[in-house]
């Protein structure tokens, strides 16, 4: 499928591994210049992998719980044709033992980050008067809630669901697609202790029974960055081997 992004900039936050890596090749395979974000301690994982991608690929760091260092991030970008908000924490504690301190920081990250970036995006491409493509990652757990100690993290993507929706009405007029996808459990470092303690429990879940490659997730999110989805809004894809079906 040619998803015709050739050339085109993306920005894809949260890089340097597990399911943005796969996102940042894939976008870069397609042909789309690729900027990979993530925190400043990962600046290597990012180099290095921005020169695999090759295409002009480059990186860029910032703590995505500052707003002042997403703004100044911003401010160093040229201009961005896709924006991909991969990056997320999903930290583990119940609710009966879960900090305030940890449930705004979890929302820092996983729906306040989002946000502030949308914003930038949506103005740029605005006062530019181009078109563009925002992919928001979510969760199975937006709909299902947290079966297992991250109640915090379902309420931050559920917000980031309902977010998606809204912009998504705001800006299809102007010609700029917001749209999210939901994975169920993807092989990535984020839950690597998660699978390697309870992975039978998972499967239980999971009618296709296999946890998913992180490719297969980027494959759905590369196509909803190209014009073979343009008729695609305020939508979430579901990517789940039917942990989630609606
Ligand atoms: N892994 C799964 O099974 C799964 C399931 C559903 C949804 N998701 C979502 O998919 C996305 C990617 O998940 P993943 O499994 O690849 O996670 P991951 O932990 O492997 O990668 C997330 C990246 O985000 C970065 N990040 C975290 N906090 C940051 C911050 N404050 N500033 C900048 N960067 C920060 C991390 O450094 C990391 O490289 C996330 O939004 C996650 O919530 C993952």
């Known amino acids: 499928m040619d998803y015709k992004i050739k050339g085109k900039t993306a920005l894809v936050t949260g890089a340097a591994d597990g399911c943005g890596k796969a996102i940042a090749e894939k976008l870069g395979a397609e042909g789309a210049k690729v900027i990979l974000h993530d925190l400043d301690s990962k600046r290597y994982q990012l180099k290095v992998n921005a020169e695999k991608i090759g295409n002009g690929a480059g990186y860029i760091t910032a703590d995505l719980s500052s ?42 990250i ?19 008067a181009k078109k563009g493509k925002i992919v928001n990652m979510v969760s199975q757990a ?6 297992s100690g991250h ?11 309902a977010f998606t929706v809204s912009l998504a009405r705001e800006v299809a007029p102007n010609g700029i697609n917001v749209n ?67």
Request: with cysteine; hydrophobic share 45%.
């Open 67 to 108: 707003t002042e260092q997403i703004e100044s991030m911003w401010a160093r970008l040229g201009e961005i044709d896709i924006l991909v908000n991969n990056a997320g924490i999903w930290p583990t504690a119940y609710v009966t033992e879960m900090t305030s301190e940890s449930f705004k920081n979890t929302l820092d």
């Open 110 to 128: 996983d729906l306040v980050a989002p946000f502030l970036l949308c914003k930038l995006f949506v103005n740029q491409r605005l006062s530019n």
């Open 142 to 147: 937006a709909f299902h809630g947290s079966t």
């Open 151 to 161: 109640a915090h993290y379902a309420a931050a993507k559920a917000g980031l669901v």
């Open 180 to 246: 999210a996808v939901a994975p169920g459990m993807m092989r990535t470092p984020m839950n690597k202790s998660a699978l390697s303690e309870r992975e039978e429990q998972y499967l239980e879940r999971i009618p296709l029974r296999r946890i998913a490659e992180p490719s297969e997730v980027a494959s759905v999110v590369a196509f909803l960055c190209g014009c073979e989805s343009d008729y695609i809004t305020g939508a979430t894809l579901d990517v789940t081997g039917g942990m989630l079906m609606r």
